[in-house]
C-alpha cells in the first residue's frame, strides 16, 4: 500500500482537525503505559515556537498523520506525537513526516535527534520506523526518567 494523494506541510496545531489526532494518539497510549510515565504535548504545547508540526492530508484535505519536531539547547532536537491513523498505517506516512522532521532539524543546525516512545506490546511499529530511519536505543535522553516504561532513542546528524 502507497500513500499516494497524501500532502505534509508545516501547520499549526490549533485546528479541530489536528487536535483530532492529538485526541487519537492520547486514547492509543492510554492503555500502554501508566500515565505518569506519558509524556504528551497538548495542541496548545505543541504550538509554542519550538515545536515544528508537520501534519499529512489526504486528497480530500483530511488530517490522516502528525509528528513534531521540538528544539532544545546544544544542537538537540526531539521527535514528539507521531501518529497515522489506524485506517492510513502501512502506507509509509510516518516514515515521510520523520524525513520531514529530520529534514527541518537540520535546516536549524539540530546535530542530535532523540525520541522517548513506549517501552510495552502495542509499540513494535514505532520502534521498526525509528530503527529504519537510523535511529538506535540509547540511555534516557533529556530529563525523562529511566522507568522501564520508556524506550529512548537517537540519532547523529550529519551538518
Request: net charge positive; with cysteine.
Amino acid at each position: 500500500m502507497t500513500d499516494e494523494g497524501i500532502a505534509i506541510a508545516q501547520e499549526t496545531p490549533l485546528q479541530d482537525d489536528v487536535r483530532a489526532l492529538v485526541s487519537a494518539l492520547n486514547a492509543t497510549m492510554r492503555p500502554l503505559t501508566p500515565p505518569q510515565f506519558q509524556f504528551q504535548l497538548t495542541a496548545e504545547q505543541m504550538a509554542d515556537p519550538s515545536v515544528t508540526v508537520f501534519v499529512a492530508r489526504d486528497a480530500a484535505g483530511r488530517a490522516v498523520a502528525m509528528g513534531s519536531l521540538k528544539t532544545h539547547d546544544h544542537g538537540v532536537g526531539e521527535v514528539k506525537r507521531m501518529f497515522t491513523r489506524p485506517e492510513r498505517r502501512g502506507t509509509r506516512i510516518g516514515s515521510r513526516l520523520l524525513a520531514r522532521i529530520e529534514t527541518r532539524a537540520r535546516e536549524l543546525g539540530i546535530t542530535r535527534l532523540v525520541l522517548e516512545t513506549g517501552e510495552a506490546v502495542g509499540f513494535e511499529a514505532a520502534w521498526r520506523i525509528y530503527e529504519r530511519h537510523g535511529f538506535r536505543q540509547c540511555t534516557a535522553v533529556l530529563d525523562y526518567p529511566d522507568s522501564g516504561f520508556s524506550r529512548f532513542y537517537d540519532k547523529k546528524l550529519a551538518p
